[in-house]
């Protein structure tokens, strides 16, 4: 088969690495890529955004598949476009991508259907917004409807705040239409877990449960980003939970689109909150996380090809199971020097060539660029350092130690990635 990816972060650099492994796959694509992707696919600078573009150069490489990384095509109706020519393309139709697209669908999906969340109210009119938090207490959480690159949700710890951010959100509309309409949810006190499950309209097949670090600094200090790092599996879901989120968040969601007509296939991404041991939906994305992907692909030991391709047609109970490596995969993301506000870009990076053997490390790339035979930053998020190892202890040494083998100016890394879970 010929296989295109859609993206250019470490989440498709793990996809793509794990699919260039595939006996399956005889040609492997990506648009645009990145220095990493481009060992291991043919990477075309096209526009992501021109479906047409892209659907006459799926048929002139004769591509039989598509995996779609980002939420933007996904909810732009990329699937819906391809489908429409008949061309197999894995992620949800616009439909359901509107489950991470609009926080207003998938809140209201959630309370029609008994899906545990925060509870919550939905404003279009700030003035009515304003005089329904005068009666509330902090902390709370306000919350932008649509797309706003992760950055739509504020935890309010006092009302001057609040204000603002409404005022912001729903008057000065910093996101545009995306944060015209807002929900207003109770502050979830717990844990977070990333809890991701590949789905195929009927049925689904989780991943083991991971967990992202946010905030830029350890101790989750410093301004939100895309993801400093990531671990899976975590010590906090046991078996009667996973079987709980499985059952009562996943299936039931899938199940309700499925009532709505809607057919949801890809990847269903739980984001959860466990608080006092029950687990609570705090969003819902339509599309593998990132960083997650990078320390869940590197663990899987299946064929990622078929699940897949079972995904897009419907045949995901066909697949008995997916085989994991033992042990901890961990994932510790270095950043450009500016990251998340002004990532500088062009440094180049020194010591990747040292771990090409390695079959417990793997260095996924994000924002690189390849010139010749080096490697340049070029953007926020630079690299995933992705260790496999027999325990927490062993798996977070493992990766830090890869992390000091590499370097560029200005890089920035957590020190703590990991860490939760050898303290709980
Ligand atoms: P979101 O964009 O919805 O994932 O929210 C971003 C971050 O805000 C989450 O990763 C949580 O850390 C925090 N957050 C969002 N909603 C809640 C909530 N209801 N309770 C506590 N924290 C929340
Ligand atoms: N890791 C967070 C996300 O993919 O949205």
Redesign the pocket.
């Known amino acids: 088969m010929n296989v295109l990816i859609i993206g250019s972060g470490g989440r498709e650099h793990a996809l793509a690495w794990k699919l260039s492994q595939s006996k399956d796959v005889d040609r492997l694509f990506c648009v645009p890529g990145n220095g990493g992707i481009s060992d291991v696919a043919e990477c075309h600078d096209l526009n992501v955004s021109d479906t047409a573009g892209l659907i006459d150069f799926v048929r002139r490489m004769k591509i039989d598949l598509v995996v779609v990384g980002p939420e933007n095509p996904l909810a732009g109706g990329i699937v819906d476009a391809f489908e429409e020519k008949g061309i197999p393309i894995f992620g949800p139709v616009a439909r359901g991508a509107n489950i991470e697209a609009s926080k207003i669908f998938s809140k209201e999906l959630m309370k029609a259907s008994g899906v545990p969340t925060?509870p919550f109210q939905i404003f279009d009119d700030y003035s009515k917004a304003i005089a329904f938090i005068e009666k509330k207490e902090p902390p709370f959480?306000i919350?932008a409807d649509g797309l706003c690159a992760?950055k739509?949700?504020y935890?309010i710890r006092d009302m001057e705040e609040a204000k603002g951010v409404l005022h912001n959100l729903m008057v000065g509309e910093i996101y545009g239409s995306a944060g015209k309409r807002t929900v207003i949810?109770?502050?979830?006190p717990g844990i977070?877990a990333s809890y991701l499950a590949f789905a195929d309209g009927e049925t689904i097949l989780p991943m083991p449960a991971s967990q992202d670090h946010?905030p830029l600094l350890d101790n989750d200090l410093g301004p939100n980003t895309g993801g400093m790092g990531a671990y899976t599996p975590i010590p906090f879901i046991n078996d009667a939970m996973d079987r709980d989120i499985r059952e009562n968040i996943m299936l039931k969601t899938i199940a309700s689109m499925k009532e709505m007509g809607i057919p949801y296939k890809g990847v269903l991404y739980g984001?959860l909150?466990i608080s006092q041991g029950k687990p609570y939906v705090?969003?819902f994305n339509a599309r593998f996380g990132d960083p997650e992907t990078q320390p869940i692909i590197f663990k899987m030991e299946s064929d990622l090809l078929p699940v897949l391709v079972a995904s897009v047609e419907g045949k995901l109970k066909d697949i008995k199971e997916i085989k994991w490596r033992e042990g901890v995969s961990v994932c510790v993301v270095m950043a450009s020097g500016g990251y998340p506000e002004r990532p500088e870009k062009g440094k180049i990076i020194r010591g990747l060539d040292q771990f090409k053997s390695e079959k417990d490390i793997m260095v996924f790339h994000a924002g690189t660029r390849k010139a010749g035979n080096e490697y340049f930053t070029s953007g926020g998020r630079v690299l995933g350092v992705t260790a496999i190892g027999a325990d927490y202890e062993d798996a977070i040494r493992k990766a830090y130690d890869a992390v000091k083998k590499i370097s560029f100016e200005g890089m920035q890394y957590r020190k703590d990635i990991g860490r939760k879970a050898t303290i709980i």
């Open positions: 925060a959480v919350k992760g739509g949700a935890v949810e109770d502050f979830l977070e946010k984001g909150m705090i969003e």
